[in-house]
């Protein structure tokens, strides 16, 4: 099916979200204000994307995605000037509350009551001001004051989404609304997309039934057993006597081929991430994505050290850039696996016959080595805006010659 045909096919298939066109108004009047400015602008996807089983939905597939690399990543875009349209899953993390709401305290943790004093409360003596504890003040006034920096000077829109469908349509409409934005847009794409949804036409109606309807409740001419009771996109197999599920699922029509060749503005940058389990396969699956859509920037990890380190690969030399926390200011992860930073590399040059750097090289990084080190802090992300603020504006420059 061609491209254009598969987006009519899809998009017919789903109604458009109900606030799709607030969100249109917001977006508008948004970026219409930056490029007045002449302003950079960023859209930054960030979270998961939940696909329903049935059309009033009690049960969906959702992924692991929390939403931190498109949060931290929008708060140092907003550091280097760019304005930030937040496309975000409901409920994950946000730009600047993430310090807090991620944290491992309880958010009143980080709260007091002062003592009260007769000019706060004069009626109430028992009632004083609540204020941030001594410890977290400094921290918390640095982060409120960007976080009011960049809202009063319009700097940070905030636009939701929850499930695949409502992804693609909000995406599909931010893209051709940044078109005035020409080469000033950049397309940050971090959210964790599905593969795999079910059609809507194959989807049950209602809550997917876990045990025995009696007849008087269904509309067939018999009571349904419970081994009969998959409806709509799901498929039976009766092996055992015990009941299961078997989820038939369609993979999402790739619409990043669109977004580069139609949606989105001349001129403008798209940079995809690419994440893999596997560190054999990371730079290949990137390289392959990249050629596949010919965008501009994959960013391939792993998810066991997706917090240390990245890899930029791009259609010119030096193709394969790898970007790393230096060991000494690594942060601690639950989830991270040390020892494997370095492997996705290290299997990329075997392949080729040229030795993998050493664990010295990433804390001693080279000019020209083709790696990065941390400069500041420890946050990977505060090492991948900056360089990727590098290739926008060679872009433009390119552009506007």
């Not at 875009?77 to 946000?94: C, K, M, P, T």
């Not at 990137?286 to 240390?308: C, D, M, P």
Request: proline share 6%; with cysteine; glycine share 4%.
């Amino acid at each position: 099916m061609a491209h254009a045909d598969s987006e009519s096919a899809y998009f017919n298939n789903y109604p458009p979200p109900k606030a799709l066109p607030k969100h249109e108004s917001l977006a508008k009047s948004f970026i219409d204000y930056h490029v007045e400015s002449n302003r950079r602008v960023v859209l930054v996807t960030s979270g998961g994307t939940t696909v329903p089983l049935e059309n009033q939905t009690v049960r969906f597939i959702d992924n692991f995605s929390a939403g931190t690399r498109g949060a931290t990543s929008a708060e140092y875009f907003l550091q280097e000037g760019y304005a930030v349209i937040f496309f975000h899953r409901q409920y994950s993390l946000l730009p600047y509350s993430r310090h807090y709401s991620h944290s491992t305290n309880c958010f009143l943790d980080f709260m007091d009551e002062a003592s009260p004093t007769p000019l706060y409360n004069s009626n109430n003596s028992d009632h004083g001001p609540i204020k941030v504890r001594n410890k977290y003040q400094d921290e918390m006034r640095d982060v409120l004051r960007k976080y009011r920096y960049a809202k009063q000077n319009n700097r940070l829109l905030l636009i939701p989404y929850t499930t695949v469908s409502e992804y693609l349509f909000e995406l599909r409409m931010l893209a051709k609304c940044m078109k005035p934005l020409g080469p000033n847009a950049l397309f940050y794409l971090a959210a964790a997309v599905s593969d795999f949804f079910i059609p809507r036409d194959r989807m049950a109606e209602h809550k997917i039934q876990s045990s025995e309807i009696p007849k008087e409740f269904s509309n067939n001419d018999e009571a349904v057993g419970a081994e009969d009771i998959y409806t709509g996109g799901f498929e039976q197999k009766q092996a055992t006597s015990s009941k299961k599920l078997v989820v038939n699922l369609d993979p999402v029509p790739k619409f990043l081929q669109q977004l580069v060749d139609g949606w989105s503005p001349e001129g403008s940058m798209i940079v995809s991430f690419k994440l893999e389990t596997d560190p054999n396969i990371l730079v290949y699956k990137a390289q392959t994505a990249l050629k596949r859509y010919a965008h501009h920037l994959v960013i391939g990890n792993l998810l066991s050290t997706r917090k240390w380190e990245v890899v930029f690969v791009t259609p010119d030399a030096p193709y394969e850039r790898w970007i790393r926390v230096p060991k000494s200011r690594r942060s601690k992860s639950i989830s991270g696996v040390e020892d494997q930073v370095g492997l996705a590399e290290a299997a990329k040059r075997a392949g080729s016959q040229i030795a993998p750097s050493t664990p010295e090289d990433d804390d001693t990084p080279k000019e020209g080595d083709g790696h990065i080190g941390a400069r500041e802090g420890s946050e990977i992300e505060s090492l991948i805006i900056p360089e990727l603020v590098k290739l926008h504006t060679n872009m433009i420059v390119k552009f506007n010659q």
